[in-house]
């Protein structure tokens, strides 16, 4: 946002900036940077990291400076240094060869992505097909169908895709779902799942993890009040675009930005309620930093609307542990 000059004297307009809470880091992205930080502590840099441990670029550049290298494949990481995979969950191939490599690997894959791995697991154990909602080609959904043999899943997008679904034994079906997804769509998407296949099973709550349900209701209910929404996180972060959507669906202009920089001095034009959140891999720091800039030019009032409290944490791998517990 480039400021303009202004005259000493000159009052600044009011701003009231509505912070949604929560927002920001969630129990998994935490535990996945912790694992980074601790494993950069106990081997030294250099440590690999395979995919963004998060998405987020001011998470990964931090993590660049402090040794990290990241990587797309396990082919690009050399002999004998640790690697971890990210929050999203791995294929059990690279996992696999990993071991074969004989490369200390540790598996940052979130615990709520890692239960999906199991129900998926499970149901093609007990000899279903699975249809699994997700979005095409992200880090999560390649990992959780890297979990089965091929053929044992199929991926819907949208609720058009259920019509086009040529199951070959529709009384055998299951559906699971990725973590990161709209709430609104998927229960459509679940909807129309049950009235084509009414005896499919699946979770009893679709997968959706309790950070992007909580996030998502933090903007529901404070997007009708504002003029605009602000919602920092990256451009291939499923949780973040899904907020700025569930903005837009409430009568809300909203634009995803990755750092304050990127606002742009004419969204502001007309607005006097500012709604404000952050993606689960977007840090803290990124939400006071637009809050710092909106304030050189707005006399900013801060509100934060709070849906919920998050108490969720998950446990590090062993082997981490022992170094968290002593430090
Ligand atoms: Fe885990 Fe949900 Fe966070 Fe993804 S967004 S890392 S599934 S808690």
């Given at each position: ?202 979770p009893k709550a679709e997968d959706i993890c ?118």
């Amino acid at each position: 946002m480039s400021e303009t000059a202004r005259h000493p004297l000159q009052v600044k307009p009011p701003l009231l900036v509505k912070i949604a809470a929560p927002r920001g880091f969630c129990a998994g992205v935490d535990r996945a940077i912790e694992i980074v930080e601790l494993s950069l502590h106990k081997y030294g840099a250099p440590v690999y990291v395979r995919h963004e441990i998060v998405h987020n670029k001011y998470v990964v550049d931090s993590l660049k400076e402090k040794g990290a290298v990241f990587v797309e494949e396990l082919d690009e990481v050399p002999d004998g240094v640790p690697v971890v995979f990210s929050a999203h969950g791995v294929p059990k191939a690279v996992p696999h060869e990993a071991a074969e490599r004989g490369l200390n690997y540790l598996d940052a894959t979130c615990p709520l992505v890692s239960k999906v791995h199991r129900q998926a697991e499970r149901q093609v154990e007990a000899g279903r097909h699975i249809i699994f909602i997700g979005h095409r080609g992200h880090p999560e959904v390649i990992g959780t169908f890297g979990q089965v043999a091929p053929g044992h899943m199929t991926l819907v997008e949208t609720v058009d895709d259920v019509g086009t679904l040529q199951p070959d034994d529709e009384s055998n079906l299951a559906f699971l779902t990725q973590t990161t997804l709209s709430v609104d769509d998927t229960a459509e998407i679940v909807v129309a799942l049950r009235k084509r296949f009414p005896r499919i099973v699946g979770p009893k709550a679709e997968d959706i993890c309790y950070a992007t349900s909580n996030r998502q209701a933090a903007v529901k209910a404070m997007a009708s009040s504002c003029d605009l929404v602000l919602v920092i996180g990256a451009p291939n972060s499923s949780n973040s675009l899904r907020l700025v959507e569930v903005a837009e669906r409430h009568g809300t202009r909203s634009r995803l930005i990755q750092r304050a920089q990127e606002i742009e001095l004419g969204w502001l034009d007309g607005v006097t309620t500012l709604g404000l959140t952050a993606g689960a891999s977007a840090p803290e720091v990124l939400v006071r930093e637009v809050i710092d800039l909106l304030s050189h030019r707005f006399d900013v009032i801060e509100e934060t609307v709070r849906t919920v409290d998050e108490r969720i944490t998950f446990k590090l791998p062993r082997g981490l542990t022992e170094q968290a517990d002593a430090a």
